[in-house]
């Protein structure tokens, strides 16, 4: 039987677009406590299918697909602009095409509107008409407002009309802002982009017997298996190491490991990562809000996926980025050596070179290194900085990592930094390899 959560999201999935939430609603027509529907309400703005508009309130939208991450819903642009939404409000979910700036005359910008666009205009009520009727919404700027007309008309269509406080030039700025931000975002691999899934997976159930693992380890070659109960929540894992020498006959539950660490479809894959290197795991189940088994993913999974981010071309820089693409690679055969030089966008207030990028160079200088003697990825474990004096802007500074020890799992570097000559930093930096098991 449904809980009284799955109740209410199943309820709220199959209300129309555009129909406004709230939780006393919820709680009288289902009969549950408002707590509980204040949670579920919540649970389905973090899947997407709903969302609270500041001034409109809580409505039921149409999921926005992952592949169009990069571009924005009229809903991100009033939440951008701080903008109040006059009319139209079943189109807030919908994805912005393109976004055009009135500044011409009606009959000159018709053949730059299209469905789905996005244009910002002053109070000029006939291309706010005109716009709507083409399947464009509208954004008004200056805080101004419009006609009844309009926004029965931004009703019927679906298309949203909002009006924001900001001048035009601001408005664009954000909008283009927003767009690179997400765009940094795409490129972020979550465990949704990589796990083996739920049909393709393996598991166990509680009370299996012993015997049941063997039948599935000669079945798939696997060793690794999550144990799950009759809801499919997870409460397991078995391994090779859990079953040998125990009689066929005993139960999976007596030799499991109970409560094992899992991981949700939004962690990102480098978050994946560092817990199964740090956690010594060769394989991680992947879980929804309701701890039910979706999946799993594998070291193996995790380490083409980290290959194939660092294969893939850059939509939009951070500032690690920047960072990174200012370190020169200076090493000989005797030595390693790294430069930079301290620019403007380097420095904190006072004009010295930012302890937080400095952190990062010295990062980046020691993998590298790392990288110079074995090929791979790697994850940071500690990063210790013990000496460090103020770099102004334009000093040329230099970066010494010396590998105080190699292993085949674990890194550790001792690393100098000079400016003109001057010791300026020391760290101690310590890694772990990420190796196919």
């Known amino acids: 039987m449904a809980t009284k959560h799955e109740q209410i999201m199943k309820y709220i999935q199959d209300l129309d677009i555009g129909n406004k939430i709230s939780v006393r609603q919820i709680a009288k027509k289902l009969r549950v406590s408002e707590g509980t529907a204040y949670r579920a309400i919540k649970d389905a703005e973090i899947r997407g299918f709903v969302s609270t508009v500041e001034r409109v309130g809580t409505i039921r ?11 924005l819903t009229f809903e991100s642009i009033v939440q951008m602009v701080d903008g109040q939404v006059l009319g139209g409000n079943s189109g807030l979910s919908k994805t912005l095409n393109r976004f055009v700036i009135g500044a011409m005359e009606l009959d000159a910008m018709k053949r730059y509107v299209g469905a789905n666009d996005l244009m910002i205009v002053g109070n000029r009520e006939t291309i706010h008409k005109y716009v709507l009727k083409e399947g464009a919404a509208v954004l ?3 805080g101004f407002d419009t006609s009844e007309d309009v926004k029965r008309l931004a009703d019927e269509i679906g298309m949203p009309v909002i009006s924001t406080s ?8 954000k909008i283009n802002r927003a767009i690179y931000d997400q765009m940094i975002k795409k490129e972020i691999v979550h ?3 990589i796990l083996i899934p739920l049909n393709r997976t393996q598991f166990l159930y509680y009370g299996d017997s012993i015997k049941q693992w063997h039948e599935l380890n000669e079945a798939t070659s696997h060793s690794r298996f999550p144990v799950v109960d009759r809801d499919m929540k997870v409460i397991g894992m078995v391994t090779m190491k859990d079953v040998i020498a125990v009689p066929e006959a005993e139960s999976i539950d007596e030799v499991m490991t109970a409560n094992p660490i899992v991981v949700s479809p939004t962690t990102s894959v480098a978050a994946a990562a560092h817990r199964m290197i740090w956690e010594s795991i060769e394989c991680l189940p992947v ?12 070291r193996r999974d995790v380490l083409k996926a980290l290959q ?3 294969q893939q071309p850059q939509m939009g820089e951070t500032i690690e980025d920047l960072v990174s693409s200012s370190l020169t690679d200076h090493s000989d055969k005797n030595q390693y050596a790294f430069q930079f030089v301290v620019t403007p966008q380097m420095t904190d207030y006072l004009g010295s070179l930012a302890f937080g990028i400095m952190t990062s160079i010295i990062t980046m200088a020691g993998r590298r290194a790392l ?3 074995k090929k791979g990825d790697l994850v940071v474990d500690n990063l210790s900085s013990y000496f460090f004096k103020p770099v102004q802007i334009d000093q040329i500074v230099t970066i010494y990592p010396k590998i105080l020890e190699l292993t085949r799992r674990n890194g550790k570097l001792d690393i100098e930094l000079y400016a003109e000559g001057q010791l ?5 930096l310590t890694a772990q390899f990420i190796d196919r098991f």
């Open 61 to 71: 939208i149409e999921k926005k697909e992952k592949g169009s991450i990069e571009k």
């Open 140 to 142: 008004v700027t200056g």
């Open 166 to 173: 900001y001048d035009t030039f601001t408005v664009a700025t």
């Open 191 to 193: 465990v949704s982009d």
């Open 287 to 298: 879980v929804d809000q309701n701890h039910r088994l979706l999946g799993i993913i594998t």
């Open 308 to 310: 194939m981010i660092q």
């Open 371 to 373: 990288n110079h003697v």
């Open 424 to 428: 300026c930093g020391k760290a101690l």
